[in-house]
T-cell receptor, first 112, second 115 residues
Framework: TQLLEQSPQFLSIQEGENLTVYCNSS?????LQWYRQEPGEGPVLLVT?????EVKKLKRLTFQFGDARKDSSLHITAAQPGDTGLYLC????????????FGKGTKLTVNP | NAGVMQNPRHLVRRRGQEARLRCSPMKGHSHVYWYRQLPEEGLKFMVY????????ESGMPKERFSAEFPKEGPSILRIQQVVRGDSAAYFC?????????????FGQGTRLTVV
């Protein structure tokens, strides 16, 4: 079973459109991170959300952590071709070694 | 500041050979994580190491795979007697501590192809 479920798996949109991708779980997390990965590269951290209900903005990207700290969303306004990539959510497991576990990601393509 | 350095970037091995993947963490980082990524998949945790210690190897296959992070030098992920199913991208990440919410920084990965 996947600890973090991301949806949609694939998304192809036109430049200028808005989009939202989701990261859901039945588990509660102390924090959740969003990464973007481009082909042939490693994931790059975009944001860490910590507090339930928290909203963070990064230029055209808006990240929200659910009130119950079980889910998160990423909203992109006026998408650009440079936003193309694999968006991954990740969370620290509770207790033990606190390793970072990842969802399978949403592969976003923004067409010019 | 140099980021997390992984080498080689690409590695081709024949079935049965050994693969050694190296990871030099960011300066000042003493915690290293290894992940494996298959095509169209997220990253799967393999092992978490501190200098000279394996903290969590719950994601490592029981056979053929081993990892170390010596006092001096890079962390090494070693795969013995590789098989086609080992073909994947292997990523290393490092962090300065294991404090909650500490950010981890990833290298560019090593793409292993077993032929």
């Amino acid at each position: 079973t996947q600890l973090l479920e991301q949806s949609p798996q694939f998304l192809s949109i036109q430049e200028g459109e808005n989009l939202t991708v989701y990261c859901n779980s039945s588990s509660v997390f102390s924090s959740l991170q969003w990464y973007r990965q481009e082909p042939g590269e490693g994931p790059v951290l975009l944001v860490t959300v910590v507090t339930g209900g928290e909203v963070k903005k990064l230029k055209r990207l808006t990240f929200q952590f659910g009130d119950a700290r079980k889910d998160s969303s990423l909203h992109i306004t006026a998408a650009q071709p440079g936003d193309t990539g694999l968006y991954l959510c990740a969370a620290l497991t509770q207790g033990g070694s606190e390793k970072l576990v990842f969802g399978k990601g949403t592969k976003l393509t923004v067409n010019p | 500041n140099a980021g997390v350095m992984q080498n080689p970037r690409h590695l081709v091995r024949r079935r049965g050979q050994e693969a050694r993947l190296r990871c030099s963490p960011m300066k000042g980082h003493s915690h290293v994580y290894w992940y494996r990524q298959l095509p169209e998949e997220g990253l799967k945790f393999m092992v978490y190491l501190q200098k000279e210690n394996i903290i969590d190897e719950s994601g490592m296959p029981k056979e053929r795979f081993s990892a170390e992070f010596p006092k001096e030098g890079p962390s090494i992920l070693r795969i013995q007697q590789v098989v086609r199913g080992d073909s994947a991208a292997y990523f290393c990440a490092s962090s300065p501590s294991r404090a909650r919410n500490t950010e981890a920084f990833f290298g560019q990965g090593t793409r292993l192809t077993v032929v």
